[in-house]
């Protein structure tokens, strides 16, 4: 028979790790760097956030502006290749299905207004074949001639659709579209990130139109993929934003140097001046001679 004091022991001993309960799988963490697409003050493409970022598609984005960059040279978009870092402890399986990317667009320091900030989140990846979210539309316009345009992708079959986001105040304007889960699926979808490794992932979102109307005026834009699950784990990504602050100004190219004759061409040119005067002066003793022998008739 097991005598109390025993079963008193047993129970202290086995008890606390039965309420604890098994221990929660570690969360996954991703950081976004830009690669291509927009220039930082030093003239460098490949741009890290310095600033640990929320999420876009959480309630606020309390950090704003930075790094610091030359507004993009803009043609009929500009397409922005993002590198996905595993930042965190865990390795990162990549689901087959994906959400789409969320984006942000912002104006501030234009004289008059209040700064401006639109986000639109990237739509959920469906399940069991449903058909995933659209992505959002948020967009502000403000004394502006131009009928700003923004449009976000609709869900596919189990992936979410693209955000948009546009902000457009006197005659400033900026807007943002995000990659949709199917656009990202052939770089990210079943794919496993070890802790350190990384994916580029070209057109991971667009600045599809920008015009600068007030050197003051700073133009910040952003995007960031939202928390999804995968292999038990759920997986966050920080936020990317940056500050276009004015256009590049680009010096001229330096005139080129003043071409040097090459040797063979100088020695050409020497002998040619040493034959003309030889020429000359026999020209000339000829004709002095000519003069003397008509003297002497």
Not at 16 to 30: D, K, N, Q, T
Not at 130 to 144: E, F, K, N, W, Y
Not at 226 to 237: K, L, R
Not at 268 to 297: C, F, H, I, M, N
């Amino acid at each position: 028979m097991i005598r109390p004091a025993l079963l008193t022991a047993l129970a202290l001993l086995f008890l606390p790790p039965l309420l604890a309960g098994p221990s929660p799988a570690e969360a996954g963490v991703l950081s976004l760097t830009l690669v291509s697409g927009v220039t930082d003050l030093l003239g460098g493409t490949e741009i890290q956030d310095p600033l640990l970022q929320e999420s876009l598609s959480g309630s606020t984005l309390t950090q704003l502006g930075s790094p610091l960059l030359f507004d993009p040279k803009m043609d009929l978009l500009t397409s922005l290749t993002v590198r996905v870092t595993n930042t965190s402890d865990a390795a990162v399986l990549f689901p087959e299905f994906l959400p789409g990317v969320s984006v942000l667009s912002d104006l501030n320091a234009i004289p008059g207004y209040s700064s401006k900030l639109n986000v639109g989140a990237g739509g959920a990846a469906g399940k069991a074949g449903l058909p995933g979210a659209d992505g959002a539309i948020s967009r502000t316009v403000l004394d502006t001639s131009y009928d700003l345009l923004v449009e976000g992708s609709p869900g596919t079959i189990s992936n979410g659709g693209g955000g948009a986001a546009g902000t457009a105040v006197a005659e400033n304007w900026i807007a943002m579209k995000g990659a949709s889960g199917e656009d990202l699926a052939p770089y990210l979808a079943g794919k496993t990130l070890n802790p350190g490794e990384w994916i580029d992932v070209p057109n991971f979102a667009f600045i599809t139109t920008f015009h600068r109307a007030l050197d003051e005026a700073r133009f910040a834009f952003g995007f960031d993929l939202p928390t999804f699950n995968s292999g038990g784990i759920s997986v966050t990504t920080g936020a990317w934003t940056g500050t276009c602050t004015g256009p590049m100004i680009e010096a001229p190219p330096p005139p080129p140097p003043p071409s040097d004759v090459s040797e063979p061409a100088s020695l050409t040119l020497l002998v040619t001046g040493l034959a003309l005067g030889a020429t000359r002066r026999g020209l000339s003793r000829s004709r002095q001679k000519t003069r003397e022998d008509l003297a002497g008739v």
